[in-house]
């Protein structure tokens, strides 16, 4: 870690502003951009969902304001049926030409009914008549009276007008309600083939990115250009301030030779004066008082 701090100049030791600026704020723009992309995609998607289990809703609706009451006895009294007589029953023919007219002209490509036991009632794709999906999470959300959707990328599926392939498809779970706020007396899985609407957002999704990733470099080269500026001028106050200091440090040898001259010839004064004091006392044999005088006058010398 140390290491890594000290390559990108962020050491106090050896702090490269120009460096760290570059390599931090690279980093800072790539979290960014990723973040947006992710988020504003998140969102996109979310709302796309959103409208087409809306949509499907209302599909939901006009099935049970128009088609239920044809065909609510047979939906409610097929989990007493086998499975081989059910998809052979007449009601299964007569829901799939109600159905069809129902989603023409729109985006379904698929349509299945269950009853409230999770019996598969009625499927766009016969083979699927009979089939239980009473412990789906889907189904079971919707039976309890709130949607529930998925979206999902299908390379092969059967639809109402033969297979198709290479599909994004959203297929909520829609409760089907006799009246606005009454229970749901049963549950449709209306499958909406959204890959138009994906490949619009992933388009967007790549124009956001462009768009952010030119914004945030021309800020990144504003700053850069800001920076370096900051970082050469803080080079030249360093140059100045080590050339001071050098200066300074010379300035003290000089002081110190000085100092030490200066000591070396008070030492030698002092000595040679001593000694000429001594000399003079002996030579003219002064008493008791001169010798005293002559320790006080070395006193004061020292």
Do not use: C
Request: no cysteine.
């Amino acid at each position: 870690m140390n290491w890594f701090l000290g390559w990108i100049g962020a050491s106090r030791a050896n702090f490269r502003l120009l460096r760290f600026y570059s390599l931090v704020s690279l980093i800072g723009v790539v979290v960014v951009v990723a973040i947006l992309t992710f988020v504003m995609h998140r969102a996109a998607v979310d709302r796309m969902i959103e409208h087409e289990t809306r949509a499907s809703m209302t599909l939901a609706r006009v099935f049970a304001n128009t088609l239920w009451a044809k065909h609510a006895a047979f939906v409610t009294d097929a989990s007493a049926l086998p499975t081989d007589q059910l998809r052979r029953r007449p009601e299964v023919a007569s829901l799939r030409a109600d159905v069809q007219s129902l989603v023409r002209g729109t985006n379904v490509v698929k349509v299945k009914l269950y009853n409230l036991d999770g019996l598969t009632v009625f499927s766009s794709d016969p083979a699927q008549i009979g089939e239980s999906k009473r412990d789906n999470a889907g189904f079971r959300q919707a039976r309890a009276g709130k949607p529930a959707s998925e979206l999902t990328f299908r390379k092969r599926f059967s639809a109402f007008n033969g297979e198709i392939a290479n599909r994004n498809l959203l297929s909520p779970y829609i409760p089907v309600r006799e009246a606005a706020a009454g229970e749901p007396v049963a549950v449709l899985e209306i499958y909406s083939d959204v890959t138009e609407l994906v490949g619009r957002i992933e388009d967007e999704r790549w124009r956001t990115s462009i768009t952010v990733v030119v914004s945030l470099a021309v800020l990144y080269g504003f700053l850069f250009l800001i920076v370096r500026r900051a970082a050469r001028t803080l080079q030249l106050k360093d140059r100045q301030l080590a050339q001071r200091l050098e200066n300074v440090d010379q300035v003290n040898q000089k002081l110190s030779r000085a100092n030490a001259f200066l000591e070396h010839t008070v030492a030698m004064q002092d000595r040679e004066l001593r000694d000429a004091l001594s000399e003079d006392l002996v030579g003219q044999g002064g008493g008791e008082n001169d010798l005293n005088w002559s320790r006080a006058q070395r006193r004061a010398v020292k």
